[in-house]
Each structure stands twice: as structure tokens, then as C-alpha cells.
């Protein structure tokens, strides 16, 4: 019996070819490296085929760059639609849904101890207890429009009807605008081949009274923010104008006839029209001197009404009135 011969490892090609190049794969060569090797990977934003991670993320570097996220809504015939498209297209609209309902359970953050942060802690009012007040109001002449819970007007209201005493008590907001200066064309100032241009001097200022009673005039509830206190000389500075009106407006309360001109500052309060267009918006003018229920008698209220306090004869035209509609 002969010797066994021993395998001393592959045998070389006599023919001295080098070996042929691995077979390509379904998804062709790598379009990265400069190797070509199979490709194993394909982007799902722009389709580059890639045989590593490494070619994978340079890819995304060069040119304007890839996120490598499909575009779930770019259009797609209905010829090459197939069972995955209808799937990825009903799980971006499971997607969408959850979405909606997470939004309606986010609450807005805010900075603890303010009262915004307090009203965000109120539980949203019942249909019972916007329903009172529908009905309170109505029975006023004020037709009352409630928005749905989650609106700023809607969460900010804290209008509350008194039972006992059959009083409503309507959350007002007062803002008191800034004058306004004329500008000549010969100033620095770009007026668009105007003659002239009006420009506000100040930022108006804002203040509320979250529960007033409907029984109060708008004249007492002024004097309340235009008073002197502790802490706010500052703000009685930029209110100033304000409060030289209420000067003269309670002098006229008090009998004083003949102490102040017929170009003596006046205190205007403006109530806006609900239902205008907002590029064609009216006020209504309350007088001062009568009280909030008596204002607000036949008018529209989206919520609770926002005052527009001004200075006359200074703002004069400022405000439109809704018998000055030009039809």
C-alpha cells in the first residue's frame, strides 16, 4: 500500500490568473468606495447604495448632504405602488393621529408662582357653568360667545356669576395706548412720499381686573389702576397722560363747570365690534360715567371685553366707530 501523501494548502492556478472578483449582490456595487465592493446597504432618502457604515455616514457629507430619513410624503405613482407603500402609509397616519391626541394632552409650561401658571391648574369650566353664563349674560342684552377649552381667551377668563347677590362679575382688560406724534417728511424718517406720518412715542400698556363687578363704572374701575401706590411711580409716569384725563373728567363729576377748555384732554373707552373684519375693525365708545352693565347692554362679548383706553381730542379718529362705516 503506497504512502499517503500529505496537502500542503491550495494549490496555485498553473495558468498564473489572479482569482475572480467575488459575484455583485441584488443591490449592485458600492457607489462610495473606490473598491466597488458589494453593496449591502441601500439609503432610504436617496437610494446610494453602501457596503459599510463608514460609507453609510460619508455619504451623508458629501454634496448638499442627506438626513438619510425617507420622505414619507413625496409622491409616488400609483403604478409603482406596492403592499409596503400601503402599509408605510397607514402607519404615518397612526402616526398623525397620535400626534393630535398628544397635542391635546400637552399642557404649556410656565413660570411657577405667576398667574398664568395658576390658571393653567384651573380644571376647564363645565358646559353647566358656561352655560350660566351664556344665560346671565343674555339676560343682560350681551351676547356672550364662549370659545373651546385650550384657547388663551377661554383658559384667561374668570368671569363668575354671584348667585347670591345676582351680580356678574366680568374679568376686564384695559389697554391703555400710547400717544401718537406726527412725523414731517423733512425728518429722518422714511414716510413712503407722505407729507406726513403718525408714530406711537411708547409701548401701550396692559392691565386687568379679573373680577369687577357689573355694577361698577368704567370711571371708578380707572381710577383704581390710575391711583398713586407704593412701587409704581414708574408706571404712573407712562400713564400720566391718563390720569391728567381722569383729573379732568372727575372735576366735571364734581360740578366744576368752566375750569377746563373745550380742548381739555377727555378719557375715551372703546369696545371692539365683534363679527368685523379684521382689516376693517369697529369700536363701539362707552361713556365712562356709566356703569359696566349698562356698557356692555347689547353688545358682543368673545369671552370677556377687552377695553381700548385713549386721550381725546389727542387720539381722535384713532378708533373707528361702527356708525362711520363707509358702505
Given at each position: 500500500m503506497g504512502d499517503a501523501v500529505a496537502d500542503d494548502g491550495p494549490?496555485?492556478?498553473?495558468?498564473?490568473?489572479?482569482?475572480?472578483?467575488?459575484?455583485?449582490?441584488?443591490?449592485?456595487?458600492?457607489?462610495?468606495?473606490?473598491?466597488?465592493?458589494?453593496?449591502?446597504?441601500?439609503?432610504?432618502?436617496?437610494?446610494?447604495?453602501?457596503?459599510?457604515?463608514?460609507?453609510?455616514?460619508?455619504h451623508k457629507t458629501r454634496g448638499g448632504g442627506c438626513t438619510g430619513k425617507r420622505d414619507r410624503a413625496a409622491f409616488k405613482p400609483i403604478t409603482e405602488f406596492t403592499d409596503r407603500d400601503v402599509i408605510n402609509d397607514y402607519r404615518f397616519l397612526e402616526e398623525a393621529l397620535l400626534e393630535k391626541d398628544r397635542a391635546k394632552r400637552w399642557k404649556p409650561g410656565y413660570t411657577a408662582g405667576t398667574e398664568a401658571a395658576q390658571r393653567s391648574e384651573r380644571p376647564p369650566a363645565t358646559a353647566k357653568i358656561v352655560g350660566?353664563?351664556?344665560?346671565?349674560?343674555?339676560?343682560?342684552?350681551?351676547?356672550?360667545?364662549c370659545m373651546p377649552d385650550g384657547m388663551a381667551r377661554r383658559v384667561a377668563n374668570?368671569?363668575?356669576?354671584?348667585?347670591?347677590?345676582?351680580?356678574?362679575?366680568?374679568?376686564?382688560?384695559?389697554?391703555?395706548h400710547a400717544s401718537r406724534e406726527i412725523v414731517n417728511a423733512d425728518d429722518d424718517v422714511d414716510t413712503a412720499g407722505d407729507e406726513t406720518i403718525e408714530r406711537s412715542s411708547s409701548v401701550s400698556l396692559r392691565a386687568e381686573d379679573p373680577k369687577l363687578d357689573e355694577s361698577t363704572t368704567l370711571l371708578d374701575a380707572l381710577r383704581v389702576h390710575l391711583a398713586p401706590g407704593p412701587g409704581r411711580a414708574a408706571r404712573l409716569?407712562?400713564?400720566?397722560?391718563?390720569?391728567?384725563?381722569?383729573?379732568?373728567?372727575?372735576?366735571?363729576?364734581?360740578?366744576?363747570?368752566?375750569?377746563?377748555?373745550?380742548?381739555?384732554?377727555e378719557l375715551a373707552v372703546y369696545l371692539e365690534k365683534e363679527g368685523c373684519p379684521a382689516n376693517d375693525k369697529r369700536y363701539h365708545r362707552l361713556d365712562v360715567r356709566k356703569t359696566l352693565r349698562e356698557c356692555?347692554?347689547?353688545?358682543?362679548?368673545?369671552?370677556?371685553?377687552?377695553?381700548?383706553?385713549?386721550?381725546?381730542?389727542?387720539?381722535?379718529?384713532?378708533?373707528?366707530?361702527?356708525?362711520?362705516c363707509v358702505t
Open positions: 494549490k496555485e492556478d498553473p495558468t498564473g490568473d489572479p482569482p475572480p472578483p467575488p459575484p455583485p449582490g441584488r443591490m449592485g456595487a458600492c457607489e462610495v468606495c473606490e473598491e466597488a465592493p458589494p453593496a449591502k446597504y441601500r439609503c432610504p432618502a436617496c437610494s446610494v447604495a453602501t457596503c459599510s457604515l463608514a460609507c453609510s455616514r460619508s350660566t353664563l351664556t344665560r346671565e349674560a343674555k339676560t343682560r342684552g350681551v351676547e356672550l360667545f374668570t368671569t363668575f356669576f354671584d348667585r347670591k347677590r345676582n351680580v356678574m362679575q366680568w374679568r376686564v382688560e384695559w389697554t391703555f409716569h407712562q400713564l400720566r397722560r391718563f390720569a391728567d384725563a381722569m383729573k379732568g373728567a372727575t372735576g366735571m363729576n364734581a360740578g366744576e363747570e368752566g375750569t377746563t377748555s373745550a380742548k381739555a384732554p356692555l347692554e347689547g353688545k358682543r362679548v368673545l369671552e370677556f371685553p377687552s377695553m381700548q383706553v385713549t386721550v381725546l381730542p389727542e387720539d381722535e379718529g384713532r378708533f373707528r366707530e361702527p356708525d362711520t
